[in-house]
């Protein structure tokens, strides 16, 4: 048991965290989280549901139709993130002996394209204020350093401090440009807005960088609002302290700062599970902040996000359905046509839902499958592309088998069994899902109640210049939504197009 000051409880307490919950991750530390046992990578007709041309005509039709019938609908966009990693190889430059880029590096390939770059007449100003130049004019007098550091340090644009939300990702022809924020916003207008013309979007912010979305939003709306004829309701979140996880000593002993006080960590985007939890939606849409494309390349994306909105509608209208008939006793096919459903549709393999068992407790079981919170997920076929997967897993206690996204810190690759599952995966988790919240009777679940505590892992970090380890809990659309009902779809690559470093702008999507 560890020992806490009078201190460390009044700290405790202020960030809403109990002595127990501590002590729990103590023990995870000492501890750790066991892997997750795969039955096999998810693939098309194999944990992926195929959609065919008739079929995606229906969802979208499905989807038009819920919106205009009054679908209560949000977009959830995670946007705390600073951009400091799509600069990784500029920082590295501006801190470090050369220079001149080295040939072929991304600094070099930034210089060699710096005017194809959206924000380059906000880089031109900058360069006029610091050093009465251009950026060609740096250019020319191999001012490497000046111009790099004139793009991510605070005395120029502060590219490297700002949330990645607020750069500028895209140029249109009539001169304007728009941040990632702004096609956010587009993208809501035209997948999203209800009856009304309302669109709903709530972004989870840091409470370092909400000052600045605030006064983004304030300019932004209007325009936006005028451009796509909607109304926008916003909402900003920023991460609970309560999530917050406890950082330890490499000897798994509490790690304090030189002030004796106890050093927490964010619990990693996991944490994210109680800002969606306060979402009052039936339907909500996720997508990371800087998945977004122009208006001329939107198409495909328009279309699928309604296909995975209408998809998730069709199963949730099926799953109503046989919930109502195996409440209705007098239906004999019911649990058959149940189980049916559960296994074809929702991937889901349970002994409890089989022939073999008496028809009460068959259909308690499928009613217990089908009360969950819904989601459907886009997965989009491998090509290089890092990201999660698709894969079949067994629950923690081994009793079914379900769809689940899983990291690859989430399996044993030392066994030869998983790694070569890994090598034979089809599909990865572009994070584009679609999510219905409310039970039957348009009560919201408890979401904190399906995460799969199991399912967090233990990280190398570094304080202060002193080692330490630190947790973080379940993924947002991993562990954290490992109890819900889930449908994988593919979708195409073109619907994928992230920023992940400064020169992915240079793509053909983004240009």
Known sequence: MAQFTTADLEQLAARGISPETVEAQLE???????????????????????????????????????????????KFVPASGAAS???????????????????GSPVAQLVENIHDFAFY??????????????????????????????????????????????????????????????????????????AGGVVRLHFTVSAD?????????????????????????????????????????????????????LVFRPGGHGALIENLNDIDSAVVFIKNIDNVVGDEHRADTLRYKKLIGGLLMLVRDRMADLAGRLADLSDTSAADDAADFAEKILCTRSPLIGADIADAERRAALLAIFDRPLRVCGMVRNEGEPGGGPYNAYASDG???????????????????????????????????????????????????YV???????????????????LELPGLWNGAMSRWNTVFVEVPASTFNPVKTVNDLLRPAHQ
Request: hydrophobic share 40%.
């Open 85 to 103: 990693r799509m600069f990784k190889a500029l920082f590295a430059f501006v801190n470090g002996d050369e220079e001149i880029p080295a040939d």
């Open 209 to 261: 960088h909400r000052k600045l979305f605030e006064a983004k939003l304030a300019e932004a709306v209007p325009a936006m609002e005028k451009r796509f004829g909607v109304k926008y309701e916003i909402s900003l979140s920023e991460q609970k302290p309560s999530t917050d996880t406890i950082a330890v000593t490499p000897d798994n002993e509490l790690f304090r700062d030189s002030n004796d006080r």
């Open 121 to 194: 007449g906000e880089l031109a100003a900058t360069t006029a204020r610091l050093y009465d130049a251009t950026p060609d004019q740096l250019v020319a007098d191999r001012r490497f350093k000046d111009l790099v550091g004139a793009i991510v340090l605070p005395r120029g644009m502060n590219y490297g401090g700002l949330p990645k939300a607020l750069l500028t990702f895209h140029n249109y022809a009539d001169g304007s440009t728009r941040t990632a924020l702004e096609e956010q916003l587009a993208e809501g207008a035209q997948t999203a807005a209800s």
């Open 28 to 74: 995870r530390f000492r501890t750790g989280f066991p892997y997750l046992r795969i039955d096999s990578p998810s693939a098309m007709g194999c944990g992926i549901t195929p959609v065919d041309e008739a079929t995606a005509d229906a969802c979208v039709a499905r989807w038009e139709r819920f919106l205009a019938d009054g679908g209560d609908v949000l």
């Open 452 to 470: 799969d505590a199991d399912t967090g892992f233990i990280s190398s970090k570094s304080f202060d210049g002193r080692d330490l380890r630190a």
């Open 399 to 449: 009793s079914s088998i379900a769809p689940q996204i899983l990291e690859s810190t989430q399996i044993d690759l030392s066994k030869p069994e998983n790694a070569e599952m890994m090598k034979k995966a089809t599909h990865f988790n572009p994070v584009d899902l679609v999510c219905y919240l409310r039970r039957a009777d348009g009560s919201a679940y408890h979401l904190p109640d």
